[in-house]
């Protein structure tokens, strides 16, 4: 519900006759889709918590690969590998096979006689 301006009494959204509708076209349903499509409090959010865990994780790789990006540029930019701790290393190798293999696909790419 919210305040209406051009009205003293609150405006509901959706409206009455739009709820009544929604409301009896999911009682149309079979039993079986009507269970399908409704949720406990708990289980949606548990839905909810799944969905930024993932979130979190995706965040949370994307700052590890640009953390290893800046590292091997550091690298390249001529810092020596005597800074970079052991755990780094292997994820730093993967990311450096990653860049060349992406690199050969687009020289790939760029050599292929283009049709027109």
């Not at 919210?2 to 609150?10: A, G, M």
């Not at 079986?32 to 865990?53: F, G, H, P, V």
């Amino acid at each position: 519900m919210y305040p209406s301006t051009s009205n003293s009494q609150p405006e509901a959204w959706p409206s009455t006759a739009t709820a009544h509708r929604m409301f009896s076209n999911f009682k149309a349903l079979p039993a079986a889709e009507q269970s399908n499509r409704t949720m406990t409090q708990e289980d949606l959010i548990r839905l909810r918590i799944a969905k930024a865990e993932e979130q979190l994780k995706k965040v949370h790789e994307e700052n590890r690969r640009m953390e290893l990006t800046q590292i091997m540029f550091q690298i390249l930019g001529g810092k020596g590998l005597n800074t970079v701790k052991k755990e780094d290393l292997n994820d730093l190798c993967m990311l450096i096979d990653q860049n060349l293999h992406s690199i050969d696909i687009r020289l790939q790419m760029l050599n292929e006689p283009h049709i027109l």
